[in-house]
């Protein structure tokens, strides 16, 4: 009796089917981006007269090797970290007739606090062994402080606020003109302008 012949599978096709299937999915897949803090590096220019910086104007944030804050030398709450610089940006403390006079300010006007948003320095010191999360997470509360008083002050000029204005800026929804949205984003920049220093880490045991 013949042996019967073992039918054969066309695979003729298989490579133009992987193909299809590669394009497909290297066209619907959504890579997610790589996010960073932005930061804005000093020009490397040597400074011969550093600019002195009265203490009222300066709002020093501390975070120990046990994830701990001390603000102005208090220690504080994480989640209380957001109000107290918004309150420090926003006190206008300079005199009323001053030149430094803070008009668009709703703060409590502390002469011992900053004396305009200008002159208003947030100054932040991490310990070598602070963590990663504890880094970020302080740096989100300074961010969005600033970010509340631009949106405030955006709404009240503008009636949009800076963030929403800035997102549809970057993701390209605006389809108005864009020299003066940028120009509107500028002038709310202006009126709070984010002034974020980080002092060198202290090294382990310190």
């Given at each position: 009796?013949?042996?019967?012949?073992?039918?054969?599978?066309?695979?003729?096709?298989?490579?133009?089917?992987?193909?299809?299937?590669?394009?497909?999915?290297?066209?619907?897949?959504?890579?997610?981006?790589?996010?960073?803090?932005?930061?804005?590096?000093?020009?490397?220019?040597?400074?011969?007269?550093?600019?002195?910086?009265?203490?009222?104007?300066?709002?020093?944030?501390?975070?120990?090797?046990?994830d701990q804050l001390l603000v102005e030398e208090k220690l504080m709450e994480l989640k209380d970290l957001r109000q107290a610089a918004i309150e420090f940006l926003d006190n206008g403390g300079a005199p009323a007739g001053s030149p430094e006079r803070c008009n668009h300010c709703k703060g409590k006007r502390l002469p011992e606090s900053s004396d305009n948003p200008d002159k208003a320095v947030i100054s932040v010191q991490n310990h070598r062994l602070t963590s990663y999360k504890m880094y970020i997470s302080?740096?989100?509360?300074?961010?969005?402080?600033?970010?509340?008083?631009r949106n405030r002050e955006s709404q009240r000029l503008y009636g949009w606020e800076f963030t929403a204005m800035k997102k549809d800026l970057g993701e390209g929804n605006y389809h108005g003109n864009i020299e003066a949205l940028e120009t509107k984003l500028q002038n709310i920049q202006g009126l709070f302008p984010l002034k974020l220093s980080e002092a060198e880490p202290k090294k382990s045991g310190q």
């Open positions: 009796m013949a042996r019967r012949a073992t039918p054969e599978v066309n695979a003729g096709s298989m490579a133009d089917i992987a193909f299809l299937l590669l394009i497909f999915f290297l066209v619907t897949t959504t890579i997610e981006k790589d996010k960073g803090i932005a930061r804005q590096l000093p020009p490397n220019d040597e400074v011969t007269d550093p600019p002195i910086i009265k203490q009222k104007n300066l709002f020093v944030v501390n975070v120990n090797k046990n302080v740096q989100n509360e300074l961010v969005a402080a600033y970010n509340f008083l």
